[in-house]
C-alpha cells in the first residue's frame, strides 16, 4: 500500500511538473502619457463585395418604402438571413444600386462616409429624410491554438487582433503567441503578441475576411506528450503493484 502511494505522488509531482508557464502578452509598460483606443486606428474601408444594409427613413414613412427593399419583400422579421438577402453589395466597379436614388459609388470609403454619400442623394429625392447603413457581412476567422476556433460576424467599424481573440475564448496553452499568423488578401503576415511595439503596427487593427492563425509550440506539447506518457505508464504500474500487493498479503 505504501509503493502504490508512493508511486502516486511521484505521479502528481511529475503533473506539476509538465504544467506551462503562462507568458505575458505586451510584455512592457506604456508610456505614461499614452492612450490606445479603436478610435485611433482606421475604420475598414469598403470593398467589392461587401454587403450594406441601408434604410431610408422619415416621418412618413409610407413615402419611403420605394427606396427600402426590406419593406417591399413583405419581410416582417428583421433578422440576419433577410438583412443579407436584402442588402445591396458593392459591385466590380465600386457601385451599390438603391432603388430610385441610382448607382452610388462608396468603394474606398468607410461606412460613415458611405452613410453621407447616400444621404446626399437622398436629399434630392426626399425632404427630412435618415440615412441608415450598416455593414452586415464584416467577419473574421481565427484558428489554431484558441478555446473556440471559428468564424466571427463583426458588428463595429473596427476590430483589434486582441478582441478577435478574445471571441475565440482566447489562447490556449500551447498557443505560440510570439509568431501569429495573419492571413489577409493571399499574404501571410506576422505578428508577436509578446512585443508592445505590435500595439502601433497597422495589422493590430484587422479588416474584413482577415484569417488569423495561432501555431502551436511545438516542442511544448512534445513534452506536455511524453509527460501524459510517463504518467500513464508509472499509474499502470502502481496499479498492477497494488493488486500483487494484495494477492501476496491477503
Known sequence: MKFSLYISIVSMFLVSCSSMNKIV?????????TKITTANYPKHQLQEGDILHVKIIGIQEESFDIFNVENNANNSQTTSANLF??????DSKGDIEIPTLG??????????????????????????STVIVKHINFEITVLGEVNRPG???????????????????????????????LIRDNKILYIDLTEIETLYSQNFVLKSDD????????????????????????????????????????
Open 151 to 181: 468564424t466571427y460576424t463583426v458588428y463595429k467599424d473596427n476590430i483589434t487582433i486582441l478582441e478577435a481573440l478574445g471571441l475565440s475564448g482566447d489562447l490556449s496553452d500551447y498557443a505560440n503567441r510570439k509568431k501569429i499568423k
Open 211 to 250: 484569417v488569423i492563425y495561432v501555431e502551436p509550440l511545438r516542442n511544448v506539447r512534445l513534452r506536455s506528450s511524453n509527460a501524459q506518457i510517463y504518467i500513464s505508464a508509472i499509474s499502470s504500474i502502481a496499479l498492477i503493484a497494488n493488486i500483487v500487493f494484495s494477492i501476496l498479503n491477503p
Open 25 to 33: 502578452l505586451l510584455d512592457k509598460d506604456l508610456d505614461k502619457d
Open 85 to 90: 438577402l436584402n442588402g445591396f453589395t458593392i
Open 103 to 128: 448607382k452610388i459609388p462608396i468603394e474606398g470609403l468607410t461606412v460613415e462616409e458611405a452613410k453621407s454619400k447616400i444621404q446626399t442623394r437622398a436629399n434630392d429625392f426626399l425632404i427630412n
